[in-house]
C-alpha cells in the first residue's frame, strides 16, 4: 500500500515514516512551511527522506502563517513554558492548521495514485490540540472519502492517535530511529530549549519509556519540575 507519510521533522512523524518504511509501503514524505516559527524543522524532516532513500516534497505555504494569526508558533507571541497540558498552551494552537494540510496531503496522494496518507497524531496531543484527537480523524477521514469519491480510496492511517508519547519513543527505539536527528522544540534555536511544552513533552517520554534521550537542550532539567507539578 502505497502511503504518504507527512513529516513535520519532529520525533512522532519521523518514527512514523521509520514505521510506514518497515512495513513496505512508504512512497514518500511531504513537509509544510506554513510559516511556523520553528522552520529549523524543516531540515531534519529533509533529513529523515534522505534517509529513508525516499522522495520528500516541501510544499511552500509560508504566507498561511500571516492569516492563521494568534499563535505563538506564527505571531509575535512569546512560546509558552510548562507542561504540555498546562491551560497556556493553548497559545501554540494554529487555527485549522491539520485540516489544511492533511487536505493537500491527500490531494497529492490521489492525484499520484498513491493508497494512503499517514500523520502521526498521539494522545498527548489531544489536551491542546482539536484537529489531533480520534474524532477528528474519524471526521476527517470520511469526509475525504466523499472529497475523492470516484477518484480512487485514499486511507488515512493514524497508529499512533491512541499511543501516548513514550510509547512512539519506544517504538521508535525499536526501529533503530535517530531520534538525535529529529526536532521538536517550537523556539527553533541552535539547540533545543527545554523549557518549551514540546521539549518537556519530549524530555518526559524518553523517561518514561526507558530509553536514553540523545537530545541536546539548554536547559536539560526543567522538565523535572513542571511534570512534577503536573503530578
Given at each position: 500500500?502505497?502511503?504518504?507519510v507527512v ?5 512522532d ?19 509544510f ?18 534517509g ?25 507571541v ?9 491551560a ?13 494540510l ?15 496518507v499517514?500523520?502521526?497524531?498521539h494522545?498527548?496531543?489531544?489536551f ?11 471526521a ?11 477518484l ?8 499512533f ?15 533503530g ?7 521538536s ?39 523535572q519540575?513542571?511534570t512534577?507539578?503536573?503530578?
Open positions: 500500500m502505497a502511503t504518504l513529516c513535520s521533522g519532529g520525533l512523524s519521523v518514527t512514523l515514516a521509520h514505521r510506514v518504511a518497515a512495513e513496505g509501503d512508504l512512497a514518500g514524505l511531504v513537509t512551511d506554513y510559516g511556523q516559527r520553528h522552520r529549523k524543522e524543516l531540515e531534519y524532516a529533509a533529513a529523515a527522506a534522505e529513508l532513500g525516499t522522495p520528500h516534497d516541501l510544499v511552500d505555504l509560508s504566507v498561511l502563517g500571516r492569516h492563521l494569526t494568534g499563535s505563538a508558533l506564527t505571531d509575535d512569546d512560546v509558552p513554558e510548562g507542561h504540555y497540558t498546562a497556556n498552551m493553548a497559545l501554540t494552537v494554529v487555527p485549522n492548521r491539520n485540516p489544511i492533511f487536505t493537500l496531503a491527500f490531494g497529492i496522494a490521489s492525484a499520484r495514485g498513491w493508497d494512503g499517514a500523520a502521526a497524531v494522545s498527548g496531543d489531544h491542546v490540540y482539536p484537529d489531533c484527537r480520534p474524532e477528528f480523524v474519524d476527517f477521514a470520511a469526509m475525504e472519502h466523499r472529497a475523492l469519491e470516484g480512487g480510496e485514499v486511507a488515512f492511517h493514524t497508529p492517535v491512541t499511543w501516548s508519547k513514550a510509547d512512539i519513543v519506544a517504538e521508535g527505539a525499536r526501529l530511529v535517530p531520534f538525535e536527528a529529529t526536532w522544540c517550537y523556539q527553533g534555536e541552535a539547540v533545543h530549549c527545554g523549557r518549551c511544552g514540546t521539549c518537556v513533552e519530549r524530555r518526559e517520554a524518553f523517561f518514561e519509556a526507558g530509553v536514553a534521550d540523545p537530545t541536546a537542550y539548554a536547559d536539560p532539567d526543567y522538565w519540575s513542571v512534577a507539578d503536573n503530578a
